[in-house]
């Protein structure tokens, strides 16, 4: 069976930092891009950041761009999120996500139809 577990998430800061994980199990996500995802109280979820499998280049929503860095570890099936610099407005239940299949696209996958495997995410709060 396919999972994704995150963790990490917690109480922090503005300004302040965590490190969020998930794990993958079931198959073998070397060989899937993934992404991270989060969806703060009333709002809809929203694309955070994704990284692909064949050459780990990565891509991120503008408003976490330079604070925020995705980054995988095939040994360890082992998704990360570096968030530096946290904000208010940024607490929100994180998701990690996975495509269904392996492509070789030079395409970004920003949107949240792209991944057919999700975790059950991981709260972040920030408090000033």
């Known amino acids: 069976q396919v999972q994704l577990v995150e963790s990490g998430g917690g109480l922090v800061q503005a300004g302040g930092s965590l490190r969020l994980s998930c794990a993958t199990s079931?198959?073998?996500?070397?060989?899937?891009?993934m992404g991270w995802f989060r969806q703060g109280p009333g709002k809809e979820r929203e694309f955070v950041a994704t990284?692909?499998?064949?050459?780990?280049?990565?891509y991120y929503a503008d408003s976490v761009k330079g604070r925020f860095t995705i980054s995988r570890d095939s040994t360890k099936n082992t998704l990360y999120l570096q968030m530096n610099s946290l904000k208010l407005e940024e607490t929100a239940v994180y998701y990690c996500?996975?495509?269904?299949?392996?492509?070789?696209?030079?395409?970004?996958?920003?949107?949240?139809?792209?991944?057919?495997?999700w975790g059950q995410g991981t709260q972040v709060t920030v408090s000033a």
């Open positions: 990284i692909k499998w064949i050459n780990r280049s990565t």
């Open positions: 079931g198959r073998t996500f070397s060989t899937l891009d």
């Open positions: 996500a996975a495509q269904g299949r392996t492509t070789y696209s030079a395409s970004y996958k920003y949107q949240e139809e792209e991944y057919a495997y």
